[in-house]
């Protein structure tokens, strides 16, 4: 089993920052990409961000330049921190990890979390 837990949504106003933590545990034996979704009324979801196991990152168009995501591989953790929030920016936000849980398997499959929700006040 594996299990993906989020911590620190909440509400902020405009202007201002949060950091987002998800931990990844359970039965892993390789986890590779992991990143942040979100997902807000209305909408599909959507990549905010994410990083390979090598350091390489993937940002969405719209958070470029204020969100910053980043992994300690020893820990299978990954942050988000945001900043200069918007109200549009205001989703749950989903963790998402890419992880293999069988050595007799080179298959990696995608888990999330539970979601967390980040609400921006204008």
């Known amino acids: 089993q594996v299990q993906l837990v989020e911590s620190g949504g909440g509400l902020v106003q405009a202007g201002g920052s949060l950091r987002l933590s998800c931990a990844a545990s359970g039965s892993i034996v390789s986890l590779n990409g992991m990143g942040w979704y979100r997902e807000a009324p209305g909408k599909q979801r959507e990549l905010v961000a994410a990083m390979l196991s090598g350091g390489s990152t993937n940002y969405a168009d719209a958070v470029k330049g204020r969100f910053t995501v980043s992994r300690d591989n020893a820990k299978n953790t990954v942050y988000l921190q945001m900043t200069s929030l918007k109200p549009e920016d205001t989703a749950v936000y989903y963790c998402?990890?890419?992880?293999?849980?069988?050595?007799?398997?080179?298959?990696?499959?995608?888990?999330w979390g539970q979601g967390t929700q980040v609400t921006v006040s204008s």
């Open positions: 998402s990890a890419f992880l293999r849980t069988s050595y007799y398997s080179g298959s990696y499959n995608q888990y």
